[in-house]
């Protein structure tokens, strides 16, 4: 895997990045603009259809969602036209926690997959479990694995150790 991100990260800029509820159409744009890369991986986007149909207005690319329920969730990839070849959704979780791609580039095919995983210790244990056989060969998982280290991994709002 290592191999993969630093060959493909030398000619495709790929930029992860969990927006907190990307709704509103400034907040899209900035998180857009702040990633300013070739592959953008959004995370907690609370994406509707309407969203995203606005998102493909405004976007100079292909656009793949896995929206979560109303407010919750969510996750997107937007792939800027001419960068990689035959670019095809490959992966859906319809919860909102995962969405991945397949595409071509320089001869060869990779896969990206998008997630956003689940911030409940058991929950998250099982939707680890579940990517099992999901990557192989030319792969790369990114997104929000809702893992912490220590207490500056944790929200305010959680007390350290209760996740």
């Known amino acids: 895997m290592f191999s993969f991100f630093h060959y493909l990260c030398l000619m495709v800029s790929v930029c992860s990045f969990n927006g907190c509820g990307l709704k509103m159409k ?23 259809e309407r969203c995203v149909e606005d998102v493909k207005k405004g976007w100079r690319g292909d656009v793949y969602v896995s929206n979560g329920g109303m407010n919750a969730r969510g996750v997107a990839i937007l792939v800027k036209t001419g960068v990689v070849e035959n670019v095809k959704k490959v992966e859906d979780d319809k919860e909102g926690r995962m969405v991945g791609v397949a595409f071509d580039y320089m001869g ?3 896969r990206l997959i998008n997630i956003y995983a689940p911030n409940v210790k058991k929950r998250r244990k099982v939707f680890f479990e579940g990517l099992e056989g999901k990557c192989g060969g030319n792969s790369m998982i990114v997104g929000d694995f809702n893992v912490w280290c220590g207490r500056m991994d944790v929200s305010v709002a959680t007390p350290h150790g209760t996740r």
């Open 108 to 110: 060869e095919m990779f």
């Open 26 to 48: 400034n907040r899209r744009d900035k998180a857009i603009l702040l990633c300013d890369a070739d592959i953008i991986c959004l995370q907690e986007t609370h994406w509707d």
